[in-house]
């Protein structure tokens, strides 16, 4: 296996111009965890103390996880709501070149109609 052109690949995708970043985000989180569970598994104390560490670990994670969570729910409401004012919006602009454009037909066609009601052969006759 190539390991040069892989760690390359990698790289260029973690440089690259897309925003979606949770794949990043997700194993720098893993690589904290494993990190703090390693280090407190081989600190030296007592069995008891480890564990209520370990637990202690566990809790905070879970809480951070949450408020992650809640955070990106809290983005999602925003985009849904932006993207319903946006979608507000554009019916309403389009509603209003439609009402422009079926008012101008009319003018048109009555202008047309008034036209056809006066036509040449009348006016010569009636002079």
């Known amino acids: 296996m190539n390991y040069k052109k892989l760690i ?5 995708d973690l440089t ?10 997700v194993a720098l989180l893993a690589g904290l965890t494993v990190g703090a569970v390693l ?3 081989f600190a030296p104390e007592s ?3 480890t564990r209520e560490k370990i637990s202690d ?3 905070d994670i879970a ?3 949450k408020d992650s969570i809640h955070s990106i729910k809290d983005k999602i409401a925003y985009g849904k709501d ?4 946006l979608k507000d919006r554009v019916v309403e602009t389009v509603k ?3 009402d422009g454009t079926k008012q101008e037909f009319k003018d048109f066609r009555d202008e047309e109609i008034a036209k056809s009601n006066h036509s040449p052969a009348e006016e010569t006759t009636n002079a």
């Open 82 to 85: 932006s993207l319903v004012n």
């Open 96 to 98: 209003q070149g439609v």
């Open 47 to 49: 069995g008891k103390k």
């Open 57 to 59: 670990t566990a809790l």
């Open 39 to 41: 280090g407190i598994l």
């Open 16 to 25: 690259g111009r897309s925003s979606d970043k949770s794949g990043a985000i």
């Open 8 to 12: 390359t690949r990698r790289v260029s």
């Open 63 to 65: 809480d951070n996880a």
